[in-house]
T-cell receptor, first 116, second 113 residues
């Protein structure tokens, strides 16, 4: 069965520091998709990125970057020059190609606090 | 604007009462989902529906019921059989393929008094 682990329960950084959120996944499928979501204090989950298992190219979007490494089954998320508005709970998720929503598995989340 | 709406935002229930949480989407998505989130926890799947008039149990379906009579709507009823219903409930929808991200509504916070 698939599984997503986010070992960091809570992280606190001071504004402008860089921070990396770890995500390790388990799956037996060769084709799968990885996601990151942000949950601000308001509660609604906001989609950040999707990667498929055949594309290990790292991605950068503004201050956000993602490092996908199949060799270590990891899909880590880095925020550069963090800001207070980045404070939120971040979830990593996995979806297997031969499944639909019933196998969209979320990790437990990492709560990031960015202090001014 | 396209999106998912949930109502009410806050809901209070007395023990022994059934309550229904609303979820509506105008994204033309086939699939819809209900998740439960407890404080400091991740999301757990309650029910999902891949198509109108069909739905399947998720990991924690006991004490909940759903219906899917219209593509746009997927209401969740929390019954009196649910022993610990106080939680944050999130509705989501997606296109009908595994690689599509799920879009989430703003959530309903249910408190049992």
């Amino acid at each position: 069965a698939q599984k997503v682990t986010q070992a960091q329960t809570e992280i606190s950084v001071v504004e402008k520091e860089d921070v990396t959120l770890d995500c390790v996944y388990e799956t037996r499928d060769t084709t799968y998709y990885l996601f990151w979501y942000k949950q601000p204090p308001s509660g609604e989950l906001v989609f950040l990125i999707r990667r498929n298992s055949f594309d290990e190219q790292n991605e950068i979007s503004g201050r956000y970057s993602w490092n996908f490494q199949k060799s270590t089954s990891s899909f880590n998320f880095t925020i550069t020059a963090s800001q207070v508005v980045d404070s939120a709970v971040y979830f990593c998720a996995l979806s297997e190609a031969l499944s639909y929503g019933q196998n969209f598995v979320f990790g437990p989340g990492t709560r990031l606090s960015v202090l001014p | 604007d396209g999106g998912i709406t949930q109502s009410p935002k806050y809901l209070f229930r007395k023990e022994g009462q059934n309550v229904t949480l609303s979820c509506e989407q105008n994204l033309n998505h086939d699939a819809m989902y209900w998740y439960r989130q407890d404080p400091g926890q991740g999301l757990r799947l309650i029910y999902y529906s891949q198509i109108v008039n069909d739905f399947q149990k998720g990991d924690i379906a006991e004490g909940y019921s759903v219906s899917r009579e219209k593509k746009e709507s997927f209401p969740l009823t929390v019954t009196s059989a649910q022993k610990n219903p106080t939680a944050f409930y999130l509705c989501a929808s997606s296109a009908q393929v595994a690689y599509n991200e799920q879009f989430f509504g703003p959530g309903t916070r249910l408190t049992v008094l």
